[in-house]
T-cell receptor, first 118, second 111 residues
Framework: GAVVSQHPSWVICKSGTSVKIECRSL??????MFWYRQFPKQSLMLMAT?????????EQGVEKDKFLINHASLTLSTLTVTSAHPEDSSFYICSAPAREAPNTGELFFGEGSRLTVL | ELKVEQNPLFLSMQEGKNYTIYCNYSTTSDRLYWYRQDPGKSLESLFVLLSNGAVKQEGRLMASLDTKARLSTLHITAAVHDLSATYFC???????????FGTGTRLQVFP
């Protein structure tokens, strides 16, 4: 079945630095990918939609200059947290819809990337 | 504002017992998803419900969808310890693959 892979699975960085997280679709093409954020003991919140060949679209309240998204190819989206601060510490998860027939409506999630900002 | 609420938020149940988790949402959606999340892990897909009246079963779990009532249920039959996890429902009201997640239900099954 379709697989979505994220890297790194965890990262620790100092406040003020930038961190890049990759999301890859391994055996299918994804023109659209989604980035979610999950704070401890909370639910998942959609941050942005990554679009291959065009700009990402951000949900209300998400700073686009802080969370840079690049959809470099049909199998890769990257999320860069710029000038990270402790309040950005969270679990970041990407998802991608599989479009092969039959379309089951299935959405595939990456393994998640845990960011800790010191 | 679209809201997706789960009830209960926390459930502690004995092995062998049955229970139901409820997922209510505030706007029309004919797509509903159920996921399981273990501590420190990502989401594991359990069910995808795509129409009113849809019912799916896998092992001790059964999910149903009533789009008119804006309600989905996840029924647990004869719970076992391995089912201990957090369960999320999610809706996709505009069929854009953008999910709105419920509050989550943390399930703990004890002997």
């Amino acid at each position: 079945g379709a697989v979505v892979s994220q890297h790194p699975s965890w990262v620790i960085c100092k406040s003020g630095t930038s961190v890049k997280i990759e999301c890859r679709s391994l055996d299918f093409q994804a023109t659209t990918m989604f980035w979610y954020r999950q704070f401890p003991k909370q639910s998942l919140m959609l941050m942005a939609t990554s679009n291959e060949g065009s700009k990402a679209t951000y949900e209300q309240g998400v700073e686009k200059d802080k969370f840079l998204i690049n959809h470099a190819s049909l199998t890769l989206s990257t999320l860069t947290v710029t000038s990270a601060h402790p309040e950005d510490s969270s679990f970041y998860i990407c998802s991608a819809p599989a479009r092969e027939a039959p379309n089951t409506g299935e959405l595939f999630f990456g393994e998640g990337s845990r960011l800790t900002v010191l | 504002e679209l809201k997706v609420e789960q009830n209960p938020l926390f459930l502690s149940m004995q092995e062998g017992k049955n229970y139901t988790i409820y997922c209510n949402y505030s706007t029309t959606s004919d797509r509903l998803y159920w996921y399981r999340q273990d501590p420190g892990k990502s989401l594991e897909s359990l069910f995808v419900l795509l129409s009113n009246g849809a019912v799916k079963q896998e092992g001790r779990l059964m999910a149903s969808l009533d789009t008119k009532a804006r309600l989905s249920t996840l029924h647990i039959t004869a719970a076992v310890h391995d089912l201990s996890a957090t369960y999320f429902c999610a809706v996709d009201p505009r069929r854009t693959d953008k999910l709105i997640f419920g509050t989550g239900t943390r399930l703990q099954v004890f002997p």
